[in-house]
């Protein structure tokens, strides 16, 4: 997920990132200033800092730091769900001067395990096959995790549907009972009204 959005100089803004369980995130975020004068924003904004903060989807916090006006954070998900990643400026200027509008460039690797290829150059080739087989294995996990998180949704998603289904088979079956009720009462009224007043 690489995306930009804008920002109040002291406002919150948070995303939401559906994560399987067990799984190693890391974000890299640079922060932008608009300038008055040339009327853009400036390539860094120095001196201002961001509050980076993760939620699980029980409500617990993962990861809670102020870091510079671009920096890297990672955090592990221990549960699959929706996590909140909120971002927040750190400015103490007050509310009518910090009116200026931040740019927050985002980019999240969501399960991503990076090789160190300077590690790998410095050893012997046995080695460096050690370390790249690893560093598959570590991606053949996390497909799998991947994988496993889809199918469960999928199956919650499936019991939904033949839940749903089955309510609307019911009410069809309510409705059409209700509607030969009416219509024997109707034709049972129609029968006595004829009978009382003679006419059949």
Known sequence: LALY?????????????????DTLVVGNYK????????????ESAPGLGMFVTVTSPTGEVLLSKLYGPQGTFTFTSYISGEHIICFQSNSTRFAVIAGSKLR???????????????TIQAKDKVN????????????????TREQDYEREREEKFRK??????SNILWWAIVQTLILISVGIWQIKSLRDFFISKKLV
Do not use: A, M, Y
């Open 31 to 42: 922060v932008q200033r608009w300038d008055i004068h040339i009327h853009d924003f400036l």
């Open 128 to 143: 460096e096959v050690n370390v790249r087989l690893e560093h598959l294995i570590e991606q053949i996990h996390h497909v």
């Open 160 to 165: 939904t549907s033949e839940e749903t289904n």
């Open 5 to 21: 959005f804008h920002i109040g100089e002291r406002e919150e803004k948070c995303i939401i990132e559906d994560i399987p369980g």
């Open 104 to 118: 927050l460039h985002l980019d999240i690797r969501v399960g991503e395990h990076f090789l160190d290829e300077s």
